[in-house]
């Protein structure tokens, strides 16, 4: 498991968790999960943060990096979101994505306990931006000079 995206799917093939409970649970937009399969590419750090959030066992290190182990604790995770009634997989704060006082204190600690990945990656996207913005700008420059050089 070389990438993000495959660690990613081995976990849920472990935990027997499909594209559409992972989508529902952490929030995610339908079709996500299988553009990032088929294109073997990452997600961004708010994505990334949301399955994090809805799966807490699921060790953040082994996720992005691979190393360590996959789950905080032995066994299946504990926060699984449950199936409700109708089939669907729950978010983490049940119905209607409302979080009890409790939950949204549980999810605040955690969130402070990924605090410095999710500061590391958004530092990260912001340079890709940066360098995208430049690298655009550069063609635009080029373009320019392309086009006055074939005038003169």
Not at 93 to 117: T, V
Request: with cysteine.
């Amino acid at each position: 498991m070389s990438n993000f995206i495959e660690r990613l799917q081995f976990f849920m093939t472990k935990e027997g968790i499909n594209d559409n409970q992972m989508t529902v649970a952490a929030g995610l937009s339908v079709g996500l999960l299988g553009k990032a399969k088929l294109a073997g590419k990452g997600m961004s750090s708010n994505n990334i943060e949301k399955i994090l959030l809805a799966y807490p066992d699921l060790s953040p290190d082994w996720l992005l990096t691979g190393r360590g182990e996959m789950l905080k604790t032995n066994g299946t995770l504990s926060n699984t979101p449950s199936l409700s009634q109708n089939g669907n997989a729950s978010p983490i704060g049940g119905k209607d994505n409302e979080l009890s006082p409790n939950n949204q204190e549980n999810l605040e600690i955690k969130c402070d306990a990924f605090a410095p990945l999710f500061q590391m990656i958004r530092e990260k996207d912001t340079i890709i931006r940066q360098q995208a913005e430049e690298i655009g700008q550069l063609r635009e420059r080029l373009s320019h000079l392309d086009h006055t050089s074939k005038s003169q």
